[in-house]
């Protein structure tokens, strides 16, 4: 096999070793969602896989997979935890799936508050410290069936599901992320939903009220979280940023402003933490036809098998501009889809370069999370991408750890990079 070249550390190429130590408390752990690992969740992507898979959005064609039992983590997560301990990871990040809690509209379900509350168990049992997200893309039947997050009253259903599991879960958790991505699901995910409704188009304003929703609900879980919960509390969000460049200007300036900036400088006074999901490097380069193609005009040297491109000096930009709120900000998803296993040491390793480097400029940054643990369901895109530290065989359910994994193992034992 041919030697993978390094990516964008131009510094670090002319030594032949240097450490890149991390500060004392540093959390490394890897990421999930109850969806994407679990099996046998029954919410609205569920309910589009069994009755209309295949969809138009945009002119691209789209086709939603069975998930089935996927990695099967609701009934191997001690299995999962084992290998996470064996990783020698600290922390991890998972999220609890609403429709188990509340399936029907306002009815509970004890016994699924029960499993969490065992898989909480299970991770402090390893002294591994558990982030939990409340809602990752996914909803309740019922909640989709009202409109979603379309519906003036969503944040409202959103926070009696928080009160009455905050209230309710009997293992305290100290942090907490209530939205994942809430851009990017109100920017694809809802108008995926207009697919499926027969809209080829997604409507701007409803992309836009759907984003007002979802603050007002960020806000009202936070406070309900501060309300009920453990003293300690720490409550977030898990923001995807991206690094803008280009020209001209005004337009690298807006779409910093609405994907970056627009949720959070709302949120400024509602959030003890920042969770940062980078995966992005866009490069603006307006032209003459569709203007779909102005965005993305990357130079795509390194790819993932998805076709992203590989930039991670743009984690460093972002986490520059995330100076500015003052909050402690943890890395709560960075990963490839990369089968084959040849990118994600060079990967994680160059990302976090530019972390340590971020962390030299004093901001506050305080963990780092993998996207992802294991191989899992990637949305629209189904099983075939494989973003894991650890490889599922999904017909056996056989676990399998990646030489790569055993890289990032040794930087979480020693809280260091070695490059």
Known sequence: MAAVPRIFVPSVRNNMTKILKFPKGFLWGAATSAHQVEGGNKNEWWAWSYKKSK???????????????????YNCYEEDFNLVKKLNQNAHRFSIEWSRIEPKEGQFNFKELKHYQNVIRALKERNIIPFVTLHHFTCPIWFYRKGNWLNKKSPDYFNRYVEFFIKNIKEEVDFYITINEPINYASWYL?????????????????LRAIKNLIKAHQKAYKTLHQYGPKNIQVGIAKNNIFFDGRPKILVSLADWYWNRMFLDKIKNEQDFIGLNYYFHSRIKPGFKNPKNWINQNENKIVSDLGWEIYPEGIYHVLKDLKKYQKPIYITENGLADEKDKLRENFIKDHLYWIHKAIGEEIDIRGYFHWSLMDNYEWEKGFWPRFGLIEIDYKTLERKIRPSAEVYAKICQENAVFM
């Open 191 to 207: 108008p995926l939903q207009g697919a499926y409704q027969g809209n080829k188009w997604p409507n701007l304003l409803d992309i």
């Open 55 to 73: 969809m138009d959005i945009l002119g691209i064609k789209v086709q939603i997979s069975k998930t089935g039992r996927a990695a099967d983590h």
